[in-house]
C-alpha cells in the first residue's frame, strides 16, 4: 500500500468516526502531518493535538475495516474519486474557506472542480416566471463559460443544472447523502446526466442518507468553490438564502434577481439586496461584476451585445437584454392581440393578477378570458403565475 492510500484510508476511518468533524482533522494534520501518524499515536498525544477524550474514544471506535464500502465504492465504477485537500484537483477556492472538507467524494469530471464557478440556487417551488429565470440565466453564464454549481434539489437547482447542459456547458453538482444515495430520487435522470457530463460532489462517505443538519453542510462547499452566488427566487425562510450567507462570510459575492412585491417567492431576494446583495437583471451584470476576477474581456464598444472570454474559454456572445420569458413573443406581423386581448393586457401587470380580477375589470366572460388567456400564454404575451394569476411579459407600446 502507498503511502498516499495509506492517508486515504486513514482519513476514512477518521472522517466516518462519529463526532470526529473537519476541525478535528485539521488539528490532527497541524499536530501530527497525517492523520495516519495521528491514528498510530497514544492517547496522550492525541490530548496534546487538542482532542477531548469523548473524541479519542469515538476516534478508536471507528475500525480500519470501515472504510472498506467507500474504498469499494471508489474502485467498483468508472470516473470515481475521493479527493484530499493536497490533491491537485481539489477546488482551490473551497481549501481557502474557513471549514473546507477533509475528503471530498466525486463521480464525473474532477477538473472541473477548479474551473470558474457560479452558484446558483432558490426555491424548490418557484413560480413560472423564477423558473424562466434560473433557465436562461444558467443558459447565458454556462457559454460564457462559468461552470453552474447547485445542490440537486427540486426547482431552482434542477433547471440551472439542465440550462447548462442544455447549452453546451458545465455544471457541478454538491449533494448532502453518500454518493450511492440520489435525493431527491425524482432528480436521479438528472443526476446521471450530470455524472456524464458534469460532476457530482459529496463529503459525505458512502451509505450516508439525507438528514436535515446535512443540508446547510452542503451549501457552504456550494458557495465556498464559486466567485459568487445567485439567488433566483427565495422565500424568506430557505435554504437558499443559507447559501448566500456562507457566501458572504466567505467572502464571495452575492447576487439577487428581484421580483414582485406581491410575490412570497421574492421577498428572501429583496431582504439580501438590502442586505448589499447585487441586485442583477440580466446574465451581462454578474460577468461584468466578475470580470476581474476571473479575467473576462468585456468589449466596451459593443455594450449591447459583449463578447467576454473566460479562462482561456473561446467567446461567446450573451445577451443584454432583460432575462426571456419561457417563450419569446413572436413579431407583431405573425400576431397581435385583438381589441378584447389588449383589454385583458391593459388590466395585467408585471405584477400577478387573479383570473377574477381580469374578468370584473374587462366585463368579458369567465370563458372568454380563458380562452384569450392561453392563446395569449401560447404566443408570449402573458404568463401563468399558478394559483390562477398571470402576469404581463411584454410592453404595449
Given at each position: ?146 461552470c ?42 438528472l ?36 466567485v ?7 422565500a ?32 428572501g ?28 474581456f468585456?468589449?466596451?464598444r ?78 408570449g ?17
Open positions: 500500500m502507498t503511502d498516499y492510500e495509506t492517508e486515504l484510508r486513514a482519513c476514512l476511518q477518521a472522517w466516518r468516526a462519529p463526532g470526529i468533524g473537519g476541525a478535528s482533522i485539521q488539528r490532527l494534520l497541524s499536530h501530527f502531518g497525517s492523520v495516519s501518524i495521528a491514528l498510530d499515536s497514544s492517547d496522550q498525544e492525541l490530548t496534546k493535538a487538542g482532542l477531548k477524550p469523548a473524541k479519542i474514544a469515538l476516534l478508536r471506535a471507528t475500525k480500519p475495516d470501515d472504510v472498506n464500502i467507500d474504498i469499494e465504492w471508489l474502485q467498483s465504477g468508472t470516473q470515481r474519486h475521493i479527493l484530499l485537500p493536497s490533491d491537485p484537483d481539489y477546488p482551490a477556492a473551497l481549501k481557502n474557506t474557513q471549514s473546507p472538507p477533509p475528503l471530498l467524494f466525486a463521480v464525473g469530471n474532477t477538473s472541473l472542480l477548479n474551473d470558474p464557478q457560479i452558484a446558483m440556487v432558490g426555491s424548490r417551488s418557484p413560480t413560472t416566471g423564477g423558473k424562466d429565470n434560473a433557465r436562461a440565466f444558467a443558459s447565458h453564464l454556462a457559454q460564457n463559460g462559468l453552474i454549481t447547485s445542490g440537486l434539489a427540486l426547482g431552482i437547482d434542477a433547471i440551472s443544472h439542465t440550462g447548462a447542459l442544455d447549452s453546451d456547458g458545465s455544471t457541478i453538482a454538491v449533494v448532502a447523502t453518500g454518493m450511492d444515495i440520489i435525493y431527491p430520487s425524482r432528480n436521479r435522470k443526476a446521471e446526466r450530470i455524472a456524464e457530463q458534469g460532476l457530482i460532489v459529496s463529503e459525505f462517505p458512502v451509505g450516508v442518507r439525507p438528514q436535515a443538519q446535512n443540508f446547510p453542510r452542503r451549501n457552504r462547499i456550494i458557495s465556498g468553490m464559486s459568487g452566488t445567485l439567488v433566483v427566487e427565495s424568506l425562510r430557505s435554504g437558499s438564502l443559507v447559501t448566500a450567507r456562507h457566501a458572504m462570510e466567505q467572502g464571495r459575492e452575492v447576487f439577487a434577481i428581484p421580483g414582485s412585491i406581491h410575490n412570497p417567492m421574492a421577498r431576494c429583496h431582504q439580501l439586496i438590502r442586505q448589499g446583495a447585487k441586485l442583477v437583471e440580466t446574465a451581462t451584470d454578474i460577468l461584468e461584476e466578475i470580470s476581474a476576477q476571473l479575467h473576462i468585456i468589449d466596451p459593443h455594450s449591447d451585445n459583449p463578447q467576454s472570454k473566460i479562462a482561456g474559454k473561446s467567446p461567446q456572445s450573451f445577451a443584454s437584454s432583460k432575462i426571456p420569458a419561457a417563450s419569446s413573443p413572436i413579431t407583431p406581423d405573425e400576431y397581435s392581440p385583438d381589441s378584447d386581448e389588449c383589454l385583458i393586457l391593459d388590466v395585467l401587470g408585471h405584477d400577478p393578477v387573479p383570473v377574477d380580477q381580469i374578468v370584473l375589470k374587462t366585463g368579458l366572460t369567465t370563458e372568454e378570458v380563458s380562452s384569450m388567456l392561453l392563446m395569449m400564454e401560447l404566443q404575451y402573458i404568463a401563468a403565475c399558478g394559483g390562477g394569476h398571470y402576469m404581463r411579459l411584454t410592453s404595449r407600446e
